[in-house]
């Protein structure tokens, strides 16, 4: 077997782990959009969240609250390790056509 050929297994099953990886920490943050209402002068958010065919809001807090702020950084972490798998995908893709003798 050639060395490339070694070199390009090898970052296959890393791109693999990274795969699995950012799947679980995904898996493990908030999934949703953050809705802004107002009640009665003050304004809350909701996290907004697609169940079965229905959207289902939950309370997260006041605008300025900790508990806003915390599942606002949740979010924004999900969006970028989203981003981070979509290029693995496209990694993982193109490495399996080199391995595999076709063409990019």
């Known amino acids: 077997m050639s060395a490339i050929k070694n070199i390009m297994q090898e970052e296959h099953r ?7 990886k950012y799947t679980d920490k995904i898996d493990s943050l908030p999934k949703g959009t953050v809705s802004i ?17 229905k959207v289902k809001f939950d309370y997260i807090g006041a605008v300025g609250s900790e508990n806003a702020s915390k599942i606002l950084e949740q979010l924004e972490l999900r969006k970028d390790y989203e981003r981070k ?17 076709r063409k990019i």
């Open 14 to 20: 890393r791109l693999q782990a990274l795969y699995q």
């Open 37 to 53: 209402k107002k009640r009665n002068r003050g304004e809350y958010l909701y996290l907004a969240s697609r169940h079965d065919a």
């Open 85 to 101: 798998l979509k290029q693995v995908k496209n990694d993982l893709r193109e490495i399996e056509k080199v391995i595999h003798g």
